[in-house]
């Protein structure tokens, strides 16, 4: 069974920096048929938004218009750890965030339907 265990998440306060990482355990096939990660975002009462996305295979990368600049995605070279570092973090960046991989279908980076596997979710809050 595909696990995707996240860390790294606390509380700062706004301007600091945290990295999160998303371990990949249980995949059965070879990694690098997970065609697509990302790290997805929920805070209470709004809908989950995709933050960042990889796409492994030939390393291009996406962001949400609201992390540009600050956020960075990567991934290990085996392909099993994925990481999102956040710096000059804000407090609007409260929320859980999720890590999610998809090895099939329409691979679209912000459309949470389009993943198959998820973590369970860390949390960052950022005091003003």
């Known amino acids: 069974q595909v696990q995707l265990v996240e860390s790294g998440g606390g509380s700062v306060q706004a301007g600091q920096s945290l990295r999160l990482s998303c371990t990949v355990f249980g995949y059965t096939y070879n990694i690098n048929a997970i065609k697509l990660k990302a790290w997805f975002r929920q805070a209470p009462g709004k809908e989950r938004e995709g933050v960042a996305a990889i796409y492994p295979g030939g390393g291009s990368t996406y962001y949400a218009d609201s992390v540009k600049g600050r956020f960075t995605i990567s991934h290990d070279n085996a392909g099993n750890t994925l990481y999102l570092q956040m710096n000059s973090l804000k407090p609007e960046d409260t929320a859980m965030y999720y890590c999610?991989?998809?090895?099939?279908?329409?691979?679209?980076?912000?459309?949470?339907?389009?993943?198959?596997?998820w973590g369970q979710g860390t949390q960052v809050t950022v005091s003003s």
């Open positions: 999610a991989a998809a090895d099939t279908g329409w691979l679209r980076p912000t459309t949470p339907g389009d993943f198959r596997y």
